[in-house]
């Protein structure tokens, strides 16, 4: 059982390339998340999808777009990536208001 | 947004000690979550509470949902040195799954053999 599944681990961008990072989970979980940790700033949320379909903006969505084609597809792209996105990501999901489940995160450097 | 206030930021102790950290709110929580972070990994869920005044163990590790609905604390006890990470406290708002959980900041604990 794969769980939630995070593409690619590790990624190095120069400054206003663009890159998606795909989030994967086969436990058939009607929310998705995306979410960034930063040193000290704990997990902040990015943007977060509630079905297939839908998307919602989270608390630090600038810079960022999100996909929920699929049900056990959520996708997070930057379109002009900057320093500032240098950052740990995180995907999660969930069936309900309880646990969430999270990838082994996608580490991301912005020269 | 939402805040949660984790406290202590940061833990050092020594192998044996027993450890409390804790979260508190201005706003209610329904469930509160305790997640710990191994280095270089995902989240994973420790204890989970649905309930005010609930009091849960996992192992060495004891958790209570806070009568006022606003607070949570977790232990642990006899601390070993596996127990290193960063512990975070998560809470929801209301039973839907469509409101996101908050998340505190984190606790790093570092244990000293």
């Known amino acids: 059982n794969a769980g939630v599944t995070q593409t690619p681990k590790f990624r190095v961008l120069k400054t206003g390339q663009s890159m998606t990072l795909l989030c994967a989970q086969d436990?058939?979980?009607?929310?998705m998340y995306w979410y960034r940790q930063d040193p000290g700033m704990g997990l902040r949320l990015i943007h977060y999808s509630v079905g297939e379909g839908t998307t919602a903006k989270g608390e630090v969505p600038d810079g960022y777009n999100v996909s929920r084609l699929k049900k056990q597809n959520f996708l997070l792209g930057l379109e002009s990536a900057a320093p500032s996105q240098t950052s740990v990501y995180f995907c999660?999901?969930?069936?309900?208001?309880?646990?969430?489940?999270f990838g082994e995160g996608s580490r991301l450097t912005v020269l | 947004g939402q805040q949660l206030n984790q406290s202590p930021q940061s833990m050092f102790i020594q192998e044996g000690e027993d450890v409390s950290m804790n979260c508190t709110s201005s706003?209610?929580?329904?469930?509160w979550l305790w997640y710990k972070q191994d280095p270089g990994e995902g989240p994973v869920l420790l204890i989970a509470?649905?309930?005010?005044?609930e009091l849960t163990s996992n192992g060495r590790l004891t958790a209570q949902f806070g009568i006022t609905r606003k607070d949570s604390f977790l232990n642990i006890s006899a601390s070993i040195p596996s127990d290193v990470g960063i512990y975070f406290c998560a809470g929801q708002m209301g039973n839907s799954g469509n409101t996101p959980l908050v998340f505190g900041k984190g606790t790093r604990l570092s244990v000293i053999a």
């Open positions: 999660a999901s969930r069936t309900g208001p309880g646990e969430l489940f």
């Open positions: 706003s209610i929580f329904n469930t």
């Open positions: 436990m058939n979980h009607e929310y």
């Open positions: 509470l649905y309930k005010a005044g």
